[in-house]
């Protein structure tokens, strides 16, 4: 891209160049032949040199020299002067046309199919020790060594899986078909034949720088007469086998039925055996449970005799205990009351000779003051009565009486 616009830009000043010079022509046309023949000349001169970049423009665009390399693949590069040969992986590598060749390879796996073979009437069927047509659909895995890579870059064709892979897997596999019979081919021996191929085919494939990664023996294709009679045989084979398996299970169960009645029959007399031995077990069992027992029984009673005349010890004693407390009980009673009454008539005493003293302290008190009765009168009646103290009538008579009486005869 760089080169292409470097190059529309020198035709651009070319193109430039020469409408001025056109321009300063006409201008000036007065001047003369030998300036016009200059002209003509540089203009050749200025065609050639574009002529030249437009080529040298159109070779690196058709043949660039930067080379991209992916990450699946190698790149090995030849001098073609000096021979060396360099190895590239991933990125960009300078290839000058003429100087160098590059050849990209693919480090994917491939798959390889011998179609020719895969049928028994195709073109190039496997052959058997019988001498047999036959065909097997088998698949090979490979890819290419990246460690041989360099080293074999010179031998490798440009087709690899049809000029090295498939003359490999050619001579290898009707060789080893060869060895065996269709009908070990067809069932018994499939798991060793694919195991000698994969081994042979690669090691070759190894010697060439190729990895051979899996190969996988499929279906396969029988003759049609070999096929018809294998499937009749077959058939007689199933039929005789179910025969013999009809026959070995009718025996079988023959003998299964003799076993089970020869297994009932001892299961019986076990059984019968085994009740026997119960009873005798049962009865000797209940004999010597009875030797037990009999003394325990004894011993039971004797301890229920002794426990009730504990008992009846012990409701006579608890009888005594409760006459005796109840008796001192009552005697305490008794006791308390007679002092209970002792206390009263002491109390009454005390307090009648404590009222008499009193009443003899009153007694002479009122005779010394006689209108204390009227102020006891007084207070005895009501708190709101005011007390006035007078002396006492001649005639004897109450005092308020005489004070009511006097108000009554003052008022009339």
Do not use: C
Request: net charge positive.
């Amino acid at each position: 891209m760089i080169v292409l616009q470097r190059l529309k830009l020198l035709v651009q000043a070319v193109l430039d160049w020469l409408a001025r010079r056109s321009r300063s022509v006409e201008l000036t046309a007065s001047i003369g032949a030998e300036r016009a023949r200059s002209g003509l000349a540089s203009a050749k001169f200025a065609i050639v040199a574009l002529a030249v970049l437009g080529t040298a423009g159109t070779l690196l665009y058709r043949y660039p020299p930067v080379h991209g390399i992916g990450p699946d693949e190698i790149g090995v590069r030849a001098n073609r002067f000096s021979g060396r040969v360099d190895e590239w992986r991933t990125g960009s590598v300078l290839v000058i046309p003429g100087l160098h060749e590059l050849r990209l390879y693919s480090l994917r796996d491939r798959t390889y199919r011998p179609e020719q073979v895969a049928r028994a009437d195709g073109p190039a069927p496997l052959q058997s020790i019988e001498g047999l047509s036959l065909g097997v659909d088998l698949s090979f895995r490979y890819a290419l060594d990246p460690l041989k890579v360099k080293v074999m870059a010179k031998t490798f064709p440009q087709d690899i899986g049809g000029e090295i892979v498939d003359p490999a897997v050619q001579g290898v596999i009707y060789k080893v078909f060869a060895r065996y019979t269709v009908r070990e081919i067809f069932s018994t021996r499939r798991a060793d034949i694919q195991e000698a191929i994969q081994t042979e085919v690669g090691t070759k494939l190894a010697a060439d720088g190729i990895l051979l990664k899996s190969m996988l023996m499929g279906k396969v294709d029988l003759p049609a007469d070999y096929r018809r009679g294998m499937e009749g045989l077959l058939a007689e084979e199933l039929a005789t086998a179910k025969m013999r398996y009809t026959l070995e299970l009718k025996d079988k169960r023959v003998k299964e039925t003799e076993l089970e009645g020869e297994a009932q029959k001892v299961r019986r007399e076990k059984a019968a055996e085994a009740a026997a031995r119960e009873q005798v077990i049962a009865a000797q069992a209940q004999e010597e449970a009875m030797a037990h027992v009999l003394p325990l029984k004894e011993r039971q009673i004797e301890q229920r005799k002794l426990e009730a005349e504990a008992d009846k010890a012990t409701r006579i004693k608890n009888a005594e205990t409760s006459a005796e407390a109840r008796r001192i009980e009552a005697n305490g009673e008794a006791d308390a009351r007679q002092r209970l009454a002792d206390a009263e008539a002491y109390r009454l005493e005390q307090v009648g000779k404590v009222n008499a003293e009193q009443m003899v302290r009153e007694g002479a008190a009122l005779s010394r003051h006689p209108l204390l009765v009227q102020k006891a009168l007084a207070d005895k009646l009501s708190d709101k009565i005011q007390v006035i103290i007078a002396p006492p009538p001649t005639d004897g008579s109450f005092l308020a009486g005489a004070i009511l009486g006097g108000q009554i005869k003052g008022r009339q």
